[in-house]
């Protein structure tokens, strides 16, 4: 369980007796090379370790909806999703393949007999397209150990929508989502 960790020495080797600590250190942000803080483990010897970054690739599979907030059908519906569409998402399995290209995301989406493939430079906005053909701007960066996206305007009447992600392990990836006031969570399984 926990996050996978390693010495931040370069030894690239998990640390077996870390505790649930988290401090602030200094670092550089590795797209920006701006100053920014990371929350870390540390080993029961206090030496700092830092979780490992978000890994896209881990994504890469056959998926199907595990479960969801309460409220997430709202958050859907605030985004404009019609209750169709969400009832088809709840039972449907979805292929997915997602890898990096340098700092470039590549993220292949097959549901519904369509595919749409986007790619997109992290920490630059760009523009994401749906499955129903509508381009929207969108940035995506790694923050420690998830992914996160920010639309600006993802309804074109300045809704932000912001998505976290994170792989609490092998077979589920988590999403909250924060959509104007709404904020609620969906996880997915692996099939």
Known sequence: GGPRTFHPSGINKPCADSVPTYLSVPRRDHYTFAPSYKPVHTCRDR???????????????????????????AIMDKMGVTKE???????????MDMRMEGDTMVAKFTIFGKT????????????????????????????????????????????????????????????????GDLEGWVTAKRC
């Open 116 to 179: 749409i493939e986007n790619r997109r430079k992290l920490g630059v906005e760009g523009e994401d397209v749906d499955l129903n053909g509508k381009k929207r701007r969108v940035t995506f960066k790694m923050e420690g150990d998830t992914l996160v996206s920010v639309h600006p305007d993802y309804d074109g009447k300045g809704l932000q929508v912001r998505t976290v992600r994170t792989l609490p392990d092998e077979n589920t990836f988590h999403e909250t989502f924060k959509a």
């Open 47 to 73: 030496t700092p370790v830092l979780k490992m970054p978000y890994d896209v690739s881990k994504m890469t599979g056959k998926w199907k909806l595990g479960g969801m907030s309460d409220n997430f059908p």
């Open 85 to 95: 569409e969400f009832e088809g998402f709840k039972t449907a399995e979805y292929n």
